[in-house]
């Protein structure tokens, strides 16, 4: 198992795009990323949000995990799933951080937990935790040869309904 990772991520690989013909208004092109996605009872699935990465070759550092504007409501003990564009990662580690009492402000729609410190992380694993409240929860996941991402979601944890 990894071990808990964390808010920024040493940079590997490479950022001289050189090679890459620039984009169509002459900017350098940047890595599209896979999408990762959490499954949840009913059958639900949310897409999670991709950060700090190092794709094909191009790495890019962010001040702290990314997640959506409000959090996803889960019940606590809850068995949850996560399924990948790029498909089955080498590795991966789930880590759920509480989150602090005033969540960041919103920036063009997305939270940007800087300063969070995963290394203090609540609970490992896929399963909700038991414990209700707000957390981050980040998904380290790395692909052989293609690279690795940090993606992160919000999630409010409530009781279980009828418990």
Do not use: K
Request: proline share 13%; with cysteine.
């Amino acid at each position: 198992m990894l071990p808990a990772l964390p808010v920024l991520l040493v940079a590997c690989g490479s950022n001289d795009n050189d090679d890459e013909p620039p984009g169509d208004d002459g900017s350098p092109r940047t890595a599209v990323l896979p999408s990762a996605f959490i499954r949840y009872e009913p059958g639900d699935a949310i897409e999670l949000m991709p950060g700090t990465h190092c794709w094909d070759s191009n790495c890019v550092d962010m001040a702290g995990p990314l997640t959506q504007v409000e959090p996803l409501e889960l019940y606590a003990g809850e068995p949850i799933a996560f399924s990948f564009e790029a498909g089955i990662p080498g590795d991966f580690v789930v880590n759920w951080t509480s989150a602090p009492p005033t969540a960041p402000a919103p920036e063009g729609g997305v939270r940007v937990w800087a300063g969070l410190n995963i290394a203090d992380t609540a609970h490992v694993g896929t399963t909700v935790p038991s414990r209700t409240g707000r957390y981050v929860i980040t998904v380290f996941a790395q692909w052989p040869g293609q690279g690795d991402i940090l993606y992160a979601l919000y999630v409010d944890i409530a009781p279980p309904p009828g418990g």
